[in-house]
């Protein structure tokens, strides 16, 4: 017989919901109410502050004086911890430095969270004139070459992604924000397991389709070196492996 508190799926109905809270908070929100969080969580609110004085114990959220609650500083340093995972300053920086050096746009890395799509680094392209994009925003997958690469390379079915796996790259021009272009290829780490997708981007005016088909080369040799670097191994072969494999941290 299943505990208590165990979830259908096999998961734990007391931890679903603390995450719950956490996540409740968006991007740039700096303290919410109980009242809020309670709306947002679909939980009463005695369940969320009963969730939050226990995340509070371990300084994952804090409550203000006027009562409100904000993240505390142990959700920065899961955060941080997170992004330490992916070697960030040793391996995914400097590939995408070497990018933007090569193509002189803007260069990204993107991993799959749950349904959406997370900008973890991100490199600055030396023209005046670029697409600005927050690191840890919540994007959709199906929007943007850097989503539908992870789509497409997580097995998605469909002619388009079967396509996307055929050429091994993407682009697409305004189809999450008007004006923008974006050229993007898929990233694996150990066993040819997916971890996200390197992509360039810039304004369409200056990367029209062809100048995008001309960069994709560029862009597939970038994530090709960096999958080898991820994966501890820095001599990549002359073709890679394609694989259809979920994402997981």
């Not at 409740?24 to 109980?34: D, I, Q, T």
């Not at 002189?104 to 680094?121: D, I, M, P, W």
């Not at 091994?168 to 040819?192: K, L």
Request: aromatic content about 6%; proline content about 6%.
């Amino acid at each position: 017989m299943a505990p208590a508190d165990a979830e259908p799926g096999g998961g734990v109905i007391a931890v679903t919901r603390a995450l719950q809270v956490l996540e409740a908070f968006a991007l740039g929100e700096s303290s919410l109410s109980l009242a809020e969080l309670s709306r947002r969580c679909s939980l009463h609110k005695t369940t969320v502050l009963r969730l939050a004085r226990t995340l509070a114990q371990s300084g994952f959220m804090v409550q203000r004086e006027d009562g409100d609650w904000r993240l505390g500083p142990a959700a920065g340093w899961l955060g941080a911890r997170y992004q330490a995972g992916f070697d960030v300053q040793n391996v995914l920086e400097p590939a995408l430095r070497e990018l933007t050096l090569a193509t002189g746009e803007s260069a990204a890395f993107y991993v799959r969270e749950g349904n959406v799509r997370t900008c973890l680094v991100r490199v600055e392209g030396p023209q005046a004139l670029r697409h600005h994009a927050r690191i840890g925003e919540g994007l959709p997958l199906d929007k943007g070459s850097p989503g539908r690469v992870i789509l497409a390379f997580s097995g998605e079915p469909g002619k388009a992604y079967e396509e996307i796996r055929r050429k091994g790259y993407h682009w697409s021009i305004g189809e999450r924000e008007q004006g923008v272009a974006t050229v993007s290829a898929p990233v694996f780490g150990m066993h040819w397991r997916l971890m996200g997708s390197v992509c360039i981007s810039g304004p369409a005016s200056r990367l029209p389709a062809e100048k995008l088909e001309a960069l994709a080369q560029t862009v597939m040799a970038a994530a090709t070196q960096l999958s080898y670097a991820l994966a501890g191994n820095s001599a990549a072969p002359a073709q890679s492996p394609v694989r259809a494999t979920q994402w997981h941290p």
